[in-house]
């Protein structure tokens, strides 16, 4: 079926500098890719969603990056502020006739550092 | 703003016991999920439903039931738990028309077996 692996599972940046999170997924159909925070003790909350034809996607401080050729998303924080410290989980959407289950990455803990 | 509640939001149960978690969407949405997430992984599909009175299996059914008695509410149900479902528990909510999937979680809520 299909994966999502995800990485790096922890990542501790300084305040200011930028931080990327990677997912590689194993189906190449057509999909689309969300990245959620999650806050703790909270639900996840939606930050970016790209369709499969996209290559790019900014908004807020936040760069997408989608890597057909390798199977790659990416999300880049620029200039992390302590705020932006949460999980962060990836996942795709398969097109699938009419399954509209996510398929979830494991997870990146962020810490960002005053 | 899309909004999807649950109750409890947090609850110990002893095993062999019934547990019933409730999820109330008021975005007027088709689809419902529950899903569970446990340390290290990502979230995981238990049950998912498209219509009233109608459900389906995820990728990890076993050990679960779910109800869907209404568009608005969709229950996850334990006939008898088990230490191993302590984890904490999202509901969410979609609505394909839309063409894009963006699926709306609730907050949580943390199952504590004993």
């Known amino acids: 079926g299909e994966q999502v692996e995800q990485r790096p599972p922890h990542l501790s940046v300084p305040e200011g500098d930028s931080a990327v999170i990677i997912c590689t997924y194993t189906d190449s159909a057509t999909a689309y890719f969300y990245w959620y925070k999650q806050e703790p003790g909270a639900g996840l909350q939606l930050l970016m969603s790209?369709?499969?034809?996209?290559d790019r996607k900014e908004e807020q401080g936040l760069t997408v990056l989608l890597n057909k050729k390798d199977k790659q998303l990416s999300l880049n924080l620029t200039a992390a502020h302590p705020g932006d410290s949460a999980v962060y989980f990836c996942?795709?959407?398969?097109?699938?006739?009419?399954?509209?289950?996510?398929?979830f990455g494991q997870g990146t803990v962020l810490s960002v550092i005053p | 703003e899309a909004a999807v509640t649950q109750s409890p939001r947090s609850k110990v149960a002893v095993t062999g016991g019934k547990v019933t978690l409730s999820c109330h969407q008021t975005?007027?949405?088709?689809?419902m999920y529950w899903y569970r997430q446990d340390t290290g992984h990502g979230l995981r599909l238990i049950h998912y439903?498209?219509?009233?009175?109608?459900?389906e299996k995820g990728d990890i059914p076993d050990g679960y039931k779910a109800s869907r008695p209404s568009q608005e509410n969709f229950s996850l149900i334990l006939e008898l738990a088990s230490l191993s479902q302590t984890a904490v528990y999202f509901c969410a909510s979609s609505d394909p028309g839309l063409g894009q999937d963006t699926q709306y979680f609730g907050p949580g809520t943390r199952l504590l077996v004993l």
């Open positions: 975005n007027n949405h088709d689809y």
């Open positions: 439903s498209y219509v009233a009175d109608s459900t």
């Open positions: 790209v369709f499969s034809n996209v």
């Open positions: 996942a795709v959407s398969w097109a699938t006739g009419g399954n509209n289950k996510l398929t």
